[in-house]
């Protein structure tokens, strides 16, 4: 045999070598289960070396092979790991493990985030988990709509009582999801997975004023529909305790609020996107402000979701005289304590074009 033929089969064995190598490497280092759906909580001790993860890991049934998770640490120089416990689950492959262990917070390469507007409604929300998860609008509601589901989040969080079970309230969650960023796993994560995140930041939130909301004479559904409200009307955060004022002076006066938001609500028609008829306007549903035998009350529920200012404020209005105020097309607040001053103000503002049309 000739050199040549000697060098060219030792180049395929190592080729055929490394190739195995290779192979067993990515095999290792991928998920110990695809299907698994079981949480496993595990504890780095401070000072855990990577031998000590990969005993940890290994032992939790976590990755396949304990030398394929320290070679990877080793090639991508990982030396940051943070003593704690996770929550991991089978799924994960070794990257994911060990940027979780890194960062301390779950990761994913398939994760994905949802930016949860405030302001906005049930129905926006829905649209919003639609599109970016594999869940439909149908599928929103008719969680919404579980009262199977909706008696267990009563008996968890402290906040949501049998208030929001009354039947005329469209959306039984409506105000109650806290808006922010949300990561989930994957598009697979379902609706009640990402409502209880959501509801475990609003219980955050509300947590800092539960001695004010036990002593106010408003419920928490109550405080969060004013809350809505203050959401809707108050586009600039200074406005919103002054706007929170008149609501609460026109209920001590036994006004009807008359505040549109509600109306285009109890119609259904999102803000913005016609004019409202006049039989819209007059007609009673317990949403609409502007409706007969609403004097002094509020509509039945929220309307929108709420940020934590808007909450501020409907538990901490200002101090006014204001009855009456009226937003620019720029969205400037006008306050007024009469109603002559009111409609002086909305002259003025059809006067100098700043009023807002459709």
Same mark, same amino acid.
């Given at each position: 045999m000739n050199i040549k033929k000697i060098i060219m089969i030792i180049i395929v064995v190592i080729v055929l070598a490394v190739g195995a190598i290779a192979?067993? *490497?990515?095999?290792?280092?991928s998920e110990v289960d695809k299907k698994s759906t079981n949480k496993v909580q595990i504890e780095i001790p401070i000072g855990s070396s990577s031998e000590d993860i990969a005993n940890i890991l290994k032992d939790n049934e976590l990755i396949k092979n304990k030398l394929a998770f320290k070679l990877y640490v080793k090639l991508n120089k990982i030396t940051n790991f943070q003593a704690g416990k996770y929550d991991l689950y089978k799924t994960?492959?070794? =990257? =994911?493990?060990?940027? !979780?262990?890194? !960062?301390?917070?779950?990761?994913?390469?398939?994760?994905?985030?949802?930016?949860?507007?405030?302001?906005? @409604?049930?129905n926006w929300y829905a649209e919003k988990i639609a599109e970016e998860t594999n869940n439909t609008k149908e599928q929103v509601f008719d969680v919404l709509k579980n009262e199977e589901y909706i008696d267990s989040l009563i008996d968890k969080y402290w906040f949501i009582t049998d208030e929001i079970k009354d039947e005329n309230i469209y959306y039984s969650l409506e105000g109650y999801l806290f808006p922010d960023t *949300?990561?989930? @796993?994957?598009?697979?994560?379902?609706? =009640? =997975?990402?409502?209880?995140?959501?509801?475990?930041?609003?219980?955050?939130?509300l947590d800092e004023y539960k001695d004010y909301i036990a002593e106010s004479q408003y419920s928490v559904h109550e405080t969060l529909t004013i809350a809505s409200l203050v959401e809707t009307e108050g586009i600039h955060p200074e406005d919103r305790k002054d706007i929170?004022?008149?609501?609460y002076n026109r209920l001590k006066a036994k006004m009807p609020l008359q505040i549109d938001a509600t109306t285009y609500y109890a119609a259904k028609i999102e803000l913005g996107q016609r004019e409202l008829y006049q039989s819209e306007l007059d007609e009673y549903n317990p949403y609409n402000t502007r409706g007969p035998r609403m004097e002094g009350k509020l509509p039945i529920g929220p309307i929108s979701s709420v940020s934590k200012t808007s909450v501020e404020a409907a538990l %901490?209005?200002?101090? !006014?005289?204001?009855? *009456?105020?009226?937003?620019?097309? @720029?969205?400037?607040? *006008?306050?007024?304590? !009469? %109603?002559?001053e009111h409609n002086n103000t909305i002259s003025r503002l059809q006067n100098e074009g700043l009023w807002y049309e459709f």
């Open positions: 192979l067993w *490497y990515n095999l290792s280092i994960m492959n070794v =990257e =994911e493990i060990a940027k !979780t262990l890194q !960062t301390g917070k779950l990761f994913s390469k398939n994760q994905i985030s949802i930016t949860f507007v405030e302001g906005k @409604n049930i *949300y990561s989930f @796993n994957n598009k697979d994560v379902t609706v =009640e =997975e990402i409502f209880d995140k959501m509801l475990k930041q609003t219980e955050i939130v929170s004022s008149v609501i %901490s209005p200002s101090d !006014t005289d204001y009855m *009456y105020y009226v937003s620019d097309k @720029n969205g400037k607040v *006008y306050f007024s304590k !009469t %109603s002559s």
